[in-house]
């Protein structure tokens, strides 16, 4: 991966194929590890749905390149890593204490943490019940959510044909995904989530239906990527991504004082359709999220969409090493 050089960190060429690939077994479940770069600073990714480590690629071989050591993870349930023994009762919090035990695992004692979606939830969790362990947070998609009742009072506010709605519902999506081989599955994900408007069917569609099957990719999302999501998903399934995180939203993960001391960079795309939820925007541009992370930086991207990371990911990379370089780990 490096050459014997004395500068080789600063002048290695990483690429997919550096990245290295394990399996390490926390609370009874064997977590798939994507790993790359071998600095002192250690950054975790954690991805959202229909998120795996491999929504971080682009990232990855960035903070390698500047100096980092990445880790990205497949979430229990998700992509190689394995289930819960009952896949229906995991929690966030099953989530958090997984990274927890990582870190143990690696003996990481302190990161920075980079959610994407639901995965900022845990990152959320884990910044304010374990500061000592969280050096900064860098979020993307969600500004700021913890499971519980406001997350409850959020989906009240949706219409009843949004998609987070009814994927909350047991057998709903289950039905629904099951039309279609899991590769049209996440192409019809993808095509629609990249979109700057809720995906919300009428009351005699199903989520899928939203999508024409001559819709085209995103240009940023190749074929090759499309099988690469599809592929680990076949292995998967959908049983825990269904749970976690729709199912498992309104379940209160405990913490009293959800306030996050250590430096936070929040990245939003204009044309993400996250700002379009009840509140969100209005939370998001007053001064209302600083009463929960008071040390916030935001950067808003003018064609950003749900999956900013993939997108424009030269601009991402830049934010997060910029980022990086500012606080100590």
């Given at each position: 991966?490096?050459a014997s050089?004395p500068?080789a960190?600063?002048?290695s060429?990483?690429?997919?194929?550096?990245?290295?690939?394990?399996?390490?077994?926390v609370?009874g479940?064997?977590l798939?590890?994507?790993?790359?770069?071998?600095?002192?600073k250690?950054?975790?990714?954690?991805?959202?749905?229909?998120?795996?480590?491999y929504?971080?690629?682009h990232?990855?071989?960035?903070?390698?390149k500047a100096g980092?050591?990445?880790?990205?993870?497949?979430?229990?349930?998700?992509?190689?890593?394995?289930?819960?023994p009952?896949p229906e009762?995991?929690?966030?919090?099953?989530l958090?204490d997984?990274?927890?035990?990582?870190?143990?695992?690696l003996s990481?004692?302190?990161?920075?943490?980079?959610?994407?979606?639901?995965g900022v939830?845990?990152?959320?969790?884990l910044?304010?019940a374990?500061?000592?362990?969280v050096?900064g947070?860098?979020?993307?998609?969600?500004?700021?959510?913890?499971?519980g009742?406001?997350v409850?009072?959020?989906i009240?506010?949706?219409?009843?044909?949004?998609?987070g709605?009814?994927?909350?519902e047991?057998?709903?999506?289950e039905?629904d995904?099951?039309?279609?081989?899991?590769?049209?599955v996440m192409?019809?994900?993808?095509i629609?989530f990249?979109?700057s408007?809720?995906?919300?069917?009428?009351?005699?569609?199903e989520i899928m239906d939203?999508?024409d099957?001559?819709?085209?990719l995103?240009p940023?999302?190749?074929?090759e990527?499309?099988?690469?999501y599809?592929?680990l998903?076949?292995?998967?399934?959908?049983r825990t991504?269904?749970?976690v995180?729709?199912r498992?939203?309104g379940i209160?993960?405990?913490i009293?004082?959800?306030?996050?001391?250590?430096?936070?960079?929040?990245?939003l795309g204009?044309?993400?359709?996250?700002l379009k939820f009840p509140?969100i925007e209005d939370f998001?541009?007053?001064?209302q999220?600083k009463?929960?992370?008071?040390?916030?930086?935001?950067?808003?991207?003018?064609?950003?969409?749900?999956?900013?990371?993939e997108?424009?990911?030269?601009?991402?990379n830049?934010?997060?090493?910029?980022?990086?370089?500012?606080?100590?780990?």
């Open positions: 991966m490096a050089h500068l960190t600063s002048l060429i990483f690429s997919m194929e550096d990245i290295q690939h394990s399996h390490v077994r609370r479940v064997k798939h590890v994507a790993e790359i770069g071998n600095g002192p250690v950054v975790v990714f954690l991805h959202g749905f229909p998120g795996i480590w929504s971080w690629r990232q990855m071989i960035a903070v390698a980092y050591r990445a880790i990205a993870i497949d979430f229990r349930g998700y992509g190689l890593s394995d289930h819960s009952e009762k995991t929690t966030f919090n099953d958090a997984d990274v927890v035990a990582l870190l143990d695992s990481i004692s302190k990161t920075v943490l980079v959610g994407k979606n639901f939830v845990p990152a959320h969790m910044g304010a374990c500061p000592e362990k050096a947070i860098i979020t993307m998609g969600i500004p700021f959510l913890l499971p009742p406001s409850l009072q959020i009240k506010d949706l219409p009843k044909g949004f998609y709605v009814r994927w909350k047991p057998g709903r999506a039905a995904f099951g039309r279609f081989d899991v590769k049209t192409r019809k994900i993808f629609l990249s979109g408007e809720m995906p919300v069917a009428d009351d005699d569609q939203l999508v099957p001559s819709t085209p995103p940023w999302f190749s074929e990527d499309l099988c690469v599809a592929d998903f076949e292995n998967s399934g959908f991504a269904l749970q995180p729709y498992a939203f209160d993960c405990g009293i004082d959800p306030k996050i001391t250590s430096p936070v960079l929040l990245i204009e044309k993400d359709y996250v509140g998001i541009r007053s001064d999220l009463d929960f992370i008071p040390n916030v930086e935001m950067k808003f991207m003018a064609e950003g969409n749900h999956f900013v990371q997108q424009l990911p030269e601009q991402v830049q934010l997060i090493i910029n980022f990086l370089h500012k606080i100590s780990i």
